[in-house]
């Protein structure tokens, strides 16, 4: 479980930052028997009618999104995969653990199980 705590957040924070910077705005090439359009991914789907295709997303508003939230009850269960005391005692050893670089993460993981209350 410790591991799940220093781990998680700065995995998700290093696959965010490649999604946005890396993936997103790489440059997809023209691939034989592909229907799909070459450029940008990020600029293909802000832009689709200069790839000759329709935008046919659906736009939401917050309001929208907190409604279904309330009607389907989607946010009374916790989807937290540790227990609220594990995590209060880690909390109160690394309170930020979503600023733990990933060259930081050993060592946040190594003084968490030194000092950690069994």
């Known amino acids: 479980m410790m591991l799940s705590y220093v781990y998680i957040p700065v995995l998700q924070k290093e ?13 997809g090439r023209k691939q034989k028997h ?9 600029h293909i789907y802000n832009f689709p009618q200069h790839y000759g295709a329709t935008r ?8 929208d999104l907190e409604e279904v939230a309330q009607l389907s009850n989607v ?11 594990f995590r209060e005692q880690c909390e109160r050893m690394f ?21 950690f209350d069994a």
């Open 15 to 27: 696959l965010d930052v490649f999604k946005t910077t890396i993936w997103n705005n790489h440059r």
């Open 34 to 42: 592909k229907e799909l359009p070459d450029g940008i991914p990020e």
């Open 56 to 63: 046919c997303g659906i736009s939401f508003s917050d309001e």
């Open 75 to 85: 946010l009374e269960d916790t989807d937290d995969y540790l227990t609220a005391e």
């Open 95 to 115: 309170p930020d653990v979503q600023d733990i670089l990933p060259n930081e993460a050993s060592q946040a993981f190594i003084f968490l199980k030194q000092n």
